[in-house]
């Protein structure tokens, strides 16, 4: 009987400690329950930054990309724009050259005519020497005035050239401008 007065006991034991701890056991599956809940809501949060951040990582790689093009836009163009200046100076150059040897030029036929009013073997020496050194200084102004037309095309060209990289860099930068804008609209 001692075995059984025991045994209902045992038993009487367990069902009260079972009572007891019941309401615990239910009260961490609940917490456990919730913070499974969060857990997993967290985990959706963490993707979503993820994705955002890869979306931004993309965008930032797009816009680094356009800025160095940009970049290299405005250098050729800084390039070209000196250029262009170099070769107005040359121009100018070449026109006060010109000008010079047009005054040389006039100057012996100035003297020429001086020549010719003096003595006649004089001056049909110096006639053989001025007629070199006019056709010298002619041959000297074509030669010029063929560089001076070439760099008036050239420079032309040029100038052309800087009007259209400035047409393509306002049209670049217009298209980067919409492009940004679609950019922070998709990051949004």
Do not use: C
Request: charged share 40%; hydrophobic share 30%; aromatic share 2%.
């Amino acid at each position: 009987m001692l075995t059984l007065n025991k045994l209902e006991k045992l038993m009487e034991l367990e069902a009260k400690l079972r009572d007891e701890y019941t309401e615990q056991l239910e009260g961490k599956d609940r917490q456990i329950a919730e913070l499974t809940g969060q857990r997993d809501s967290l985990n959706t949060r963490v993707d979503e930054l993820q994705a955002t951040i890869n979306t931004q990582l993309e965008t930032i790689a797009n816009l680094s990309g356009k800025a160095t093009d940009t970049k290299a836009v405005e250098n050729r163009n800084r390039e070209l724009h000196n250029r262009a200046e170099n070769m107005k100076e040359e121009v100018a150059s070449v026109k006060a050259r010109l000008k010079t040897l047009q005054k040389d030029l006039a100057a012996e036929r100035a003297e020429l005519a001086t020549l010719k009013k003096f003595d006649p073997e004089r001056l049909r020496k110096n006639l053989d020497a001025n007629k070199k050194k006019l056709a010298e200084k002619t041959k000297a102004a074509e030669t010029l005035q063929k560089s001076y037309n070439q760099s008036k095309a050239e420079n032309a060209r040029l100038e052309q050239r800087v009007k259209e990289l400035e047409a393509e860099q306002a049209g670049a930068e217009s298209d980067g401008d919409s492009q940004e804008d679609t950019g922070s609209q998709a990051a949004a």
